[in-house]
């Protein structure tokens, strides 16, 4: 590209086209009246007609993009060897060039005999507005070269297509050059030009050096500033517009409010503020800031405050209805998000691809497939067009409903795919457990170059975690090694915790080393991965690093040292950090703290203080506690106590099958085979049946699945052989084991 300079040479005087004659039949058409142009137009295109009968016509068809109707004026025109006429050369050049036709633009400005700054600069307006600056800016310098000295139009078509801070100030140099200080329009232009290159100080100065300004310049300046996040410099231009007597206007407070929706910085007051001055000023019924307002709101969760502006329109667009179904979603509030969907359809407005966006992520929020699938059905049934983001949630339901199938297919369909597909995907499959398949898109995300983010890398390392899959993970993990990825705190903390829950305790406390950050969530998972290997004591030790950084325990690390403390037999230990919960931390434990000393006494073979601590705690009825101690009642052989405890199961879960063959087991365990038989009677009596318990474990890269009291294993014996040799072992070591 060549460098913009201004033109040292004198330009020539242009000569103006002489004046159009009368107007003719042609001439009542005006794109103020488009259908009836339009209904028109064919019949006029088929007749004789004199030159000046064309231009209007094609600025008619410029404005309603006739291309059709424009050829069959342009091969009229050829017919009647009137293309070389100015006039009408230059309205065939701009109809061209605003349907982006640039080639037959650029074709029209060749066969021009003579050529004015009017062509030229609808021409270079064309290339700016198709981006293509090398050929704005080499038309541009033709236009000097040929001695024609550009006007507004021209360098606002530049100014236009300018989004180069370097290019803009090389611009601003030829304002100044020809003169052009004064005039509003290229002034105001540039100053949001200057804002836009994030240089809100360089339109600032432009501003405060311009002789004249009106409230376009003053709303221009507070918008730069607005898209900026310079929230007190726009308040103080405010300030000073209305001294310099120009008033607020919509634009103005739609700037503002922007501002303050998009900047984490402004509080809602400043947000009530401007919804007092939109009152004061009459602008309530406008649209765009109504909704403005309620996005507002809702961005700092004041529903009742949404609601209340809401409800002032009584004819609500569909932007509006959207900003408050994706406002309401986004503030969990998803049930009510799915009613106002609702309203809106009934009324029939048609949803954009926002509101259907919306609608269905609240939808999946709730878990409601068939809330979500009816909108799907709704979107068959209307034709309606979606966008990537639409589909994206579509996917995205079928995937959190675990029907990945459905989902699969949905995205196999889908005809441009943007990361949000691909994690929409991979993670879809790999919260359910199907690391297979999610392992299979993520490679072929990675074969169309769509590089994997933190939600990609995170949700694979957490379902390898969850299912034990140590290969997998550590593949992952070598290949976020070899692409150099930049590791966010999450997808470390999630290394971590696959390590940890795989079994490689020495590898996921190298990668806590290697961390530059530690927070309580990477605390919080290097300590629960301690515990679940049996090393309490350095479970402790961890907790004691942690204590040292002056970050304050939450209930979930406090979770992690209970559970660790209940592996590894250090009741003192437990039974002190849990007293240090309320005394030291003044946080008041949760059920699952309560669960976890339980568990701790009961591992120690102190069952009966186990539940004299379930008693004292006035513990609300949980049925999960009260089946630990009923399970160290069978290992202790507390019969008494053990019906005690079951009584009230069995009143906390009459239905659940799982107190009873508890109560059975217990039973058993004691050969008190009349208490076994009835209990099973009563069972069978009730209609409870108990589902085969499952799980897996993964060997040699593989997983292999089994299920309670299957015996089709080929290695049944030797695993039964196994498990009793652990059996009698495990007796002989210490209790809480």
């Not at 006739?66 to 293309?83: D, E, F, K, M, S």
């Not at 966006?357 to 209307?382: D, K, N, P, T, Y």
């Not at 499959?429 to 299979?440: D, K, M, T, V």
């Not at 030291?584 to 004299?612: K, M, T």
């Amino acid at each position: 590209m060549k460098h913009v300079r201004p033109s040292h040479a004198t330009s020539p005087h242009i000569k103006t086209p002489p004046p159009p004659p009368p107007p003719t039949a042609a001439a009542e058409f005006r794109p103020s009246n488009h259908l009836q142009d339009l209904h028109r137009l064919p019949s006029i295109a088929t007749a004789p007609s004199h030159p000046n009968d064309f231009p209007p016509l094609l600025k008619t068809c410029a404005s309603l993009s006739l291309l059709p109707v424009g050829h069959i004026l342009h091969q009229r025109a050829v017919v009647l060897g009137l293309t070389a006429e100015p006039y009408l050369a230059t309205s065939l050049l701009h109809m061209y060039a605003v349907n982006g036709r640039i080639s037959d633009a650029h074709r029209v400005f060749d066969q021009m005999p003579i050529k004015n700054v009017v062509p030229y600069s609808a021409l270079i307006s064309a290339y700016c507005r198709s981006a293509n600056l090398n050929m704005a800016f080499c038309t541009y310098n033709k236009m000097l070269n040929d001695g024609i000295r550009p006007n507004s139009v021209t360098l606002l078509g530049l100014i236009s297509g300018i989004s180069d801070l370097y290019l803009l100030q090389s611009l601003h140099a030829l304002v100044s050059h020809f003169g052009f200080e004064k005039d509003l329009i290229i002034m105001n232009s540039m100053m949001n030009v200057y804002s836009l290159c994030g240089r809100a100080d360089f339109a600032r100065m432009l501003f405060d050096s311009m002789p004249f300004k009106d409230c376009i310049s003053w709303n221009s300046m507070i918008a730069g500033y607005s898209r900026n996040g310079e929230v007190k410099s726009s308040m103080d231009l405010i300030h000073k517009m209305r001294l310099a007597g120009f008033f607020p206007d919509q634009q103005t407070y739609g700037s503002l409010l922007s501002l303050f929706t998009n900047n984490t910085r402004c509080s809602v007051q400043l947000g009530c503020l401007i919804q007092a001055l939109v009152i004061t000023s009459g602008f309530v019924s406008d649209f765009h800031l109504l909704t403005s307002l309620v996005s507002l709101y809702l961005k700092f969760g004041k529903l009742d405050y949404a609601f209340k502006l809401f409800d002032l329109s009584s004819e609500k667009d569909v932007v509006l209805w959207t900003a408050m179904i994706s406002g309401l979603a986004h503030n969990d509030r998803a049930d009510e998000a799915l009613l106002v969907f609702h309203k809106m359809i009934s009324t029939g407005l048609t949803p954009l691809n926002t509101t259907i966006a919306s609608a269905v992520s609240a939808s999946a929020q709730l878990g409601m497939f068939r809330i979500g699938a009816s909108i799907h059905g709704f979107i068959v049934r209307q034709k309606l067009a979606l966008d990537t983001a639409a589909e994206n949630s579509l996917i995205t339901l079928y995937m959190k409903c675990s029907h990945m199938r459905q989902g699969q297919q949905l995205f196999e369909l889908m005809q441009n795919r943007d990361l949000v597909s691909w994690n929409a995907v991979v993670s879809g499959f790999a919260h359910n457990g199907h690391l297979e398949e999610a392992f299979y898109f993520f490679i072929r995300m990675i074969s169309v170059m769509q590089t994997p983010d933190t939600i990609t890398i995170v949700s694979l390392l957490q379902s390898c975690a969850s299912l034990g899959a140590l290969h997998q993970g550590r593949s992952i993990h070598n290949f976020m090694i070899r692409h150099e990825l930049n590791c966010s705190l999450s997808m470390e903390t999630s290394l971590v915790d696959m390590y940890s829950k795989c079994g490689d305790i020495k590898t996921a406390q190298k990668c806590f080393n290697r961390m530059l950050e530690q927070d309580m969530v990477s605390w919080s998972v290097i300590i629960a991965g301690y515990g679940s290997h049996g090393m309490g004591d350095v479970a402790l030790r961890m907790y004691s690093r942690f204590l040292s950084t002056e970050m304050k325990p939450n209930n979930v690390m406090f979770l992690s040292v209970l559970s660790a403390c209940s592996h590894s037999g250090l009741v003192s230990e437990g039974l002190a950090i849990f007293n240090s919960m309320k005394e030291e931390f003044g946080i008041q434990p949760w059920i699952e703290h309560c669960g976890c000393v339980v568990d701790l006494l009961c591992r120690a073979g102190n069952v009966e203080e186990a539940f004299r601590f379930f008693r004292r705690m006035s513990l609300m009825a949980n049925a999960d506690v009260l089946g630990i101690i009923l399970d160290a009642c069978r290992a202790s052989g507390g019969a008494d106590l053990a019906e005690e405890v079951v009584k009230e199961m069995i009143k906390l879960k009459p239905e659940s099958s799982g107190s009873y063959l508890q109560l059975a087991h217990n039973y058993a365990a004691m050969n008190c085979w009349d208490g076994f038989g009835q209990t099973l009677t009563r069972m069978r009596t009730l209609g409870l049946k108990k589902i085969p318990g499952w799980s897996f474990v993964e060997v040699n890269g593989s997983k292999n699945t089994f299920f309670a009291y299957d015996a089709s294993h080929p290695q049944w014996d030797d695993i039964l052989l196994l498990l009793k040799t652990f059996h009698y072992e495990m007796k002989d070591i210490k209790p809480f084991i």
